[in-house]
């Protein structure tokens, strides 16, 4: 029989499908990425921080399901006040509690650790935590979710926040106990019916629910939130069926009649405007991680850490295109090294393209980190053109499917060039190929050839860019 847990019921809230076929998929260790590994072992760094703040803490050793919960139940009656993974299983439901304090009046203080840094995120997730502890027979007096602190930096003596919510998982509770029941009834049935909506947009299941038939499902709609919900309630499953159900904004609108049109919208001063970039043109792009724990001075948890730049520099129409680029080798902090090799590649001339305003929000951070390069930085910030922003205004093809990332355009302007032959072929990637660095995880070959592979991929970004500039140049508007 499958059990039900904390994760599984948050899923069911949204989709029963999604949950049962969750609940039924086993995922082999290959598939897992390299970021998904990351952020498990970052998970792990937060709980293990956070356990630090109790040094009386007893911890349920990681060992099979029914030891952890024999010997919870041994600790619970020995009386220990702190208990670390608690184990519970009732009824066909189980969960470990990260922290329990038992307090004089024989009540209990539950504590979920998170790494993110919004308790009220986690509501359902306490609350079905509670209610299985009470069932358990334990009285939970307090809950509370205890996590990272935006506001904390490297060195503070803690890095969280908790927040009491008692008061607000309460509501939650009659409704988690009349469903969690049936879900798990659900998980051990047939697998249900799909419960459309704007979530499917983020499912990996789609192929599960939605027909090959439809090339343009409803939740590609571009920024279409709460309008996908509305149409996929009306039965609307193909942007080709939208006629006049819903008000569209300007850019939904061009995506669905180019969609209909089955061609491409482009604004007619296209050229007009890309003849106004400043020779040379700088094509940059960069890396960085976003640690949940601070590695370095001045920084707050994941605050963004820039490692790695690439830039393509096309000094003049029809010259050959240079590359500089700079990346860490992960001994210790790289924002100095990367802001110096930066500033001094960039000139102080010529317009400097980016894809979206993330580049932009790492200088400014680095501004702050490092007051004395701020009036480089804020000329470097003053000759940014956002390549993304100008494709969004000036240029849709029904192949963009509703995306605007570099990938999601990429294979419409240049089809053969793609990141499929690529060891890294994501930004999330690089950064996890990063920490491994910075962790020591590589030996020197390793390392060696995991440093090639991440210049390829962030070369290849910058490279991405000059081809998609020279497609739209070469459009006649
Ligand atoms: S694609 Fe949509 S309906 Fe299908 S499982 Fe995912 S969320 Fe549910």
């Avoid at 019916?193 to 704007?198: G, I, M």
């Avoid at 500089?324 to 080798?329: E, I, K, P, V, W």
């Avoid at 003053?382 to 990429?410: A, C, T």
């Avoid at 053969?416 to 491994?436: M, R």
Wanted: glycine share 4%; net charge negative.
């Amino acid at each position: 029989m499958l059990t039900l847990n904390k994760s599984l019921y948050e899923e069911g809230d949204t989709c029963k499908k999604r949950m049962w076929l969750l609940s039924h998929e086993k995922k082999d260790e290959q598939e897992i990425t390299l970021y998904e590994q990351m952020l498990v072992r970052e998970g792990e760094e937060v709980l293990k921080l956070a356990r630090s703040e109790f040094p009386k803490g007893i911890l349920v050793e990681e060992a099979n399901w029914n030891y952890c919960v024999k010997k919870t139940r041994e600790l619970i009656f020995s009386d220990s006040p702190i208990i670390f993974e608690a184990a519970f299983e009732i009824s066909g439901m189980r969960m470990k509690a990260d922290i329990i304090l038992k307090l004089r009046d024989n009540r209990y203080r539950l504590i979920e650790v998170k790494s993110g840094t919004k308790p009220n995120e986690y509501l359902t997730d306490v609350a079905f935590q509670v209610n299985l502890l009470s069932q358990s027979g334990l009285i939970v007096k307090r809950a509370e979710v205890m996590c990272l602190d935006r506001d904390r930096v490297y060195g503070d003596s803690t890095l969280f926040k908790r927040a009491d919510v008692t008061d607000l998982i309460e509501p939650l509770l009659p409704e988690i106990q009349q469903n969690a029941p049936s879900f798990l009834d659900i998980i051990n049935s047939d697998i249900p019916k799909p419960e459309y909506s704007s979530a499917c947009k983020s499912c990996e299941f789609t192929p599960h629910c939605y027909s090959t038939n439809i090339e343009y499902p409803v939740y590609e709609l571009y920024r279409g939130g709460k309008k996908i919900d509305t149409l996929l309630k009306m039965g609307v499953f193909d942007l080709c069926n939208i006629v006049d159900q819903i008000v569209l904004n300007k850019l939904q609108q061009r995506q669905v009649k180019c969609i209909k049109d089955r061609r491409p919208w482009y604004s007619r001063n296209i050229k007009s405007f890309l003849q106004s970039l400043a020779y040379p043109l700088y094509f940059l792009d960069f890396e960085t991680i976003q640690p949940a724990i601070p590695m370095f001075e001045g920084q707050h948890p994941y605050d963004r850490l820039p490692f790695q730049w690439s830039c393509h520099i096309r000094h003049n129409t029809g010259d050959p295109l240079e590359h500089r680029s700079f990346l860490h080798d992960g001994s210790g902090d790289p924002r100095y090294p990367f802001i110096e090799s930066l500033i001094e590649t960039l000139g102080n001339q010529g317009t400097i393209i980016v894809y979206s305003n993330y580049e932009k929000t790492i200088l400014t951070c680095l501004q702050k980190n490092f007051p004395k390069c701020d009036t480089p930085l804020e000329q470097i910030k003053d000759r940014l053109f956002d390549l993304l922003k100008f494709v969004r205004e000036h240029y849709y093809h029904p192949d963009f499917h509703g995306g605007f990332s570099i990938k999601s355009i990429l294979p419409h302007f240049e089809p053969s060039f793609d990141y499929e032959n690529l060891t890294i072929s994501d930004g999330l990637e690089a950064g996890a190929v990063f920490q491994k660095i910075l962790h020591g995880d590589y030996d020197e070959a390793e390392k060696e050839q995991m440093m090639s592979e991440l210049e390829k991929y962030c070369a290849y970004d910058t490279l991405a860019m000059v081809k998609i500039l020279k497609s739209l140049e070469s459009i006649d508007s």
